[in-house]
């Protein structure tokens, strides 16, 4: 019994010091970071920006995979069933992965069981902006032309459950009007859609909006976190030009990977993406970008972020009663 025990000890003792070993070598090969939407939306802006300082911390290549459709969870579901060995990770609107576990009650992973958490990268405000062919130079224009419309007015968001959706109707909600939605594949096609005309109005990120703004083709009227973004310090926040309390819907994106992943590995993940996230250049990078840094949580601090943004948008959910199935 006691060489028995001795082995299976001794044995024990070997996996932990090659696990160990495993996770101080990553990465040494490229590193697929998914991200769960289209290209040329917020979530791959940032997402390429910290693959791309990865890629020059590390000597390995970081690639970009953009996975689009169904709010998030395919590319989300890719990611869930993948191994964990470090080599498929997860890069995410955060907002919507936590949107997703209230919204939706039938989902191809579980959030809890198949993802651990890593770190943030970045978050930023979403804007409401609207085409010029809209009669609309405030937010408060905006609601009125919805209540003169009676429930015509459209606008285009990032998917059904995103983000770019629970800012237009929970805005709809608290003023008492209608609008009707109309669900893009992605920030980049919702933007496309709101440039050609298709939609008059589009709660959408700074950094794909930002350069349309300052060419004219489209106008921003207010930012929906709960304070001005230093990227557009003059506009009006949602719950000043509507007079709003507790209005605030902020975008976060962070890093996610599947929980089979070895503790040691998901420490020495975090490790490397925290050193690229606080780097002055990446900072420097995201703020250009329009979108403000955010502090690298551990994985422990990470998880209970999302719980409670979960709890908290669950309760929105509950309130407003939009559901995805």
Do not use: C
Request: proline share 7%; glycine share 10%; hydrophobic share 40%.
């Amino acid at each position: 019994m006691r060489k028995a025990t001795a082995r299976v000890m001794t044995g024990l003792a070997a996996m932990i010091i090659a696990g160990s070993a495993v996770a101080q070598d990553w990465p040494t090969k490229a590193v697929r970071v998914v991200i769960p939407w289209g290209p040329g939306g917020g979530t791959d802006i940032v997402g390429r920006a910290a693959a791309a300082k990865l890629t020059e911390n590390t000597g390995q290549q970081f690639l970009v995979d953009n996975r689009g459709g169904a709010g998030g969870m395919i590319g989300t579901a890719l990611v869930a069933k993948a191994p964990g060995d470090g080599y498929t990770l997860l890069l995410h609107t955060l907002s919507s992965h936590v949107l997703n576990t209230s919204y939706y009650k039938k989902k191809p992973y579980d959030p809890d069981k198949d993802l651990s958490p890593v770190t943030l990268v970045g978050k930023v405000p979403l804007i409401m902006y609207v085409h010029p062919s809209l009669p609309a130079k405030t937010a408060q224009d905006v609601v009125n032309l919805a209540r003169a419309q009676r429930g015509q007015l459209q606008y285009g968001s990032f998917a059904t459950g995103s983000p770019s959706h629970f800012a237009a109707e929970i805005m709809a909600d608290m003023t008492h009007v209608k609008l009707v939605h109309i669900p893009y594949k992605g920030g980049g096609a919702a933007m496309a859609a709101l440039l050609g005309g298709e939609v008059p109005l589009h709660f959408g990120g700074v950094s794909v909006g930002l350069p349309h703004v300052k060419a004219g083709k489209i106008k921003a009227l207010a930012v929906t976190g709960a304070v001005r973004t230093p990227t557009l310090p003059d506009l009006p926040t949602m719950a000043e030009a509507l007079k709003l309390k507790d209005y605030d819907v902020t975008v976060t994106f962070g890093v996610l990977a599947p929980s089979s992943t070895p503790k040691a590995l998901l420490q020495h993940i975090y490790d490397e993406f925290a050193k690229a996230v606080n780097s002055a250049d990446y900072k420097k990078r995201l703020v250009v970008l329009g979108t403000d840094p955010a502090p690298a949580l551990t994985p422990d601090e990470l998880g209970r972020w999302l719980k409670e943004n979960t709890a908290r948008w669950t309760a929105v959910v509950n309130k407003t009663g939009i559901r995805g199935d």
